[in-house]
Nanobody, 122 residues
Framework: VQLVESGGGWVQTGGSLRLSCAASGSTFSISAKGWYRQAPGKQRELVAV????????DYADSVKGRFTISRDNAKNTLFLQMNSLKPEDTAVYYC????????????????WGQGTQVTVSS
């Protein structure tokens, strides 16, 4: 199973980026449900998450109104649209899943992608 992020890069203040997280698995299935970020010298923090089976969303206060999380279930891909970017958004962004599934079997845990760097210059 793997989560693969893409879409990071360098952007100026006020710019936009769209991150993608493609989930795939052979024996087990996995679907990403959240985005986290980690800036140098800081702890990893939650940015946005899908809740209630994807029927609701939750955001860190620092990104509310600027970031939007969504998922394409047909492609098993999670997105993070980031607008009005600020230098303080600079970090490595990770997608996350809290479970693997095989039929009726669910294995809870923390499953992470490799991360994608987002750099916002002032």
């Amino acid at each position: 199973v793997q989560l693969v992020e893409s879409g990071g890069g360098w952007v100026q203040t006020g710019g936009s980026l769209r991150l993608s997280c493609a989930a795939s698995g052979s024996t087990f299935s996995i679907s990403a449900k959240g985005w986290y970020r980690q800036a140098p010298g800081k702890q990893r923090e939650l940015v946005a998450v899908l809740a209630n089976g994807g029927n609701s969303t939750d955001y860190a206060d620092s990104v509310k109104g600027r970031f939007t999380i969504s998922r394409d279930n047909a492609k098993n891909t999670l997105f993070l649209q980031m607008n009005s970017l600020k230098p303080e958004d600079t970090a490595v962004y990770y997608c996350h899943s809290d479970r693997l599934s095989l039929g009726s079997l669910t294995i809870m845990g923390d499953y992470w992608g490799q991360g994608t760097q987002v750099t916002v210059s002032s």
